[in-house]
Structures are given as C-alpha cells and as structure tokens.
T-cell receptor, first 114, second 117 residues
Framework: DGGITQSPKYLFRKEGQNVTLSCEQN?????MYWYRQDPGQGLRLIYY???????QKGDIAEGYSVSREKKESFPLTVTSAQKNPTAFYLC?????????????FGPGTRLTVL | AQTVTQSQPEMSVQEAETVTLSCTYD???????LFWYKQPPSRQMILVIR??????QNATENRFSVNFQKAAKSFSLKISDSQLGDTAMYFC??????????????FGKGTRLHILP
C-alpha cells in the first residue's frame, strides 16, 4: 500500500536531548513537509522540501533541522534549542510543490519532552 | 501575507442534521486554491474537498459541499445528513496558484465538530 509512515507514534525524551522523527513515503512524491500541531494553533509549517538535497524553512523553523538525502525520506530533528518541543508532529507529501496538489499526511508523532 | 480565519472553535449538532463551518481568508491574489481537511480522533488528516478560485461552480463531494464567495473571501463547508463519523477537527486551508517555491498551504486554526447521537 502506498502512503506515508511516521515512527514512532509516541516519543518521550529528556529535556536537552536531540531527537529525530522519521518520515517515509512510497508515493513517489517530490515535495515533503513537516508541521507542528498544538491545541488551538492549527498546523504550523516547520520545514519543507521540493527536491532531494534541498529544503526551505517554514514559519517556525527555529530549533529544528531536516535533511533530504533520499526522495522517500525527510527526517526531522528536534534540537535542544527548541524551547517548547512537546507537540504533535505531522509529516506530509505532495506530488510537487505548488499548484493544487493534495497533501497526503502521515499518522503523526506525539513528542513529549520530560 | 495570506491568512485563514475559522471563527468557530467548536460546534455540536445532532446526527442527521446539516451543519455549516465558516472560513474566511485574506489575499491579494486572484487565482488560488482552497481546501477543507478533516482530522478525526485518530489524528489522520484527510482531504475532504477542494475548490479552485477561477471556477465559479461550488465543489461537492457526496454529503460535503462548499459555498465559495470569492468577493467576500468566504469558503464555508456544508455537511448534509451528518453522521457520527463526521466528528472531527476541520481545517480550512489556502494555497496560491503561482508556481513559486515559497508558496505553501496556509491552514486555519480549525473547528472541532461534534456529531451527537
């Protein structure tokens, strides 16, 4: 089945530790995205990537980093510089950036920093 | 900058009733796309319906339809014959139609919809 996978579903980390969230897609999509979702805030864009080895900052990139070494994979690292990392993180992909392409979403990762 | 506003944080309706979710947006662009996404309790985001701004006809998908008022910059979602499975958070979203690498989807803050048995 084609789709987007995110792992793990729940993640707990101690304050001050970096943590990497996985996102993989087998839809052959060019564009991939990371969103953060907080109660009452909707979805806020962290980073997005149009092609391999290229990515752009979104609205709240501070304290996060990404890589796009393969078309299928777009991991997100939450660094210790992120002041309030506890949130629900959604990964998405679309055929390519722009136009009316539907974004397909993964099931999300709930990160809790203790 | 474009913005998307959903003025109803939470709504409840009885099963089988019709409900309308409001969305307004602000843009200086003439051509763009509008979307409604659904996020049920499982938190899996699903596209419900999309509308292209240059199309005057309102989009429909089974029990879901939109009322697109371009001049008023309004894009409401109507759910007819509501079902328990419609209980979810609904997000309105906007995207420019230009092929610009900096263009991205902008989401509203969502409306939490409860369908009551």
């Amino acid at each position: 089945d084609g789709g987007i996978t995110q792992s793990p579903k729940y993640l707990f980390r101690k304050e001050g530790q970096n943590v990497t969230l996985s996102c993989e897609q087998n839809l052959n999509h060019d564009a991939m995205y990371w969103y953060r979702q907080d109660p009452g805030q909707g979805l806020r864009l962290i980073y997005y990537s149009q092609i391999v080895n290229d990515f752009q900052k979104g609205d709240i990139a501070e304290g996060y980093s990404v890589s796009r070494e393969k078309k299928e994979s777009f991991p997100l690292t939450v660094t210790s510089a992120q002041k309030n990392p506890t949130a629900f993180y959604l990964c998405a992909s679309s055929i390519y950036l722009g136009r009316d392409n539907e974004q397909f979403f993964g099931p999300g990762t709930r990160l809790t920093v203790l | 900058a474009q913005t998307v506003t959903q003025s109803q944080p939470e709504m409840s309706v009885q099963e089988a009733e019709t409900v309308t979710l409001s969305c307004t947006y602000d843009t200086s662009e003439n051509n763009y796309y509008l979307f409604w996404y659904k996020q049920p309790p499982s938190r899996q985001m699903i596209l419900v319906i999309r509308q292209e701004a240059y199309k005057q006809q309102n989009a429909t998908e089974n029990r879901f339809s939109v009322n697109f008022q371009k001049a008023a910059k309004s894009f409401s979602l109507k759910i007819s014959d509501s079902q328990l499975g419609d209980t979810a958070m609904y997000f309105c979203a906007f995207m420019n139609a230009r092929l610009n690498r900096d263009d991205k989807i902008i989401f509203g803050k969502g409306t939490r919809l409860h369908i009551l048995p």
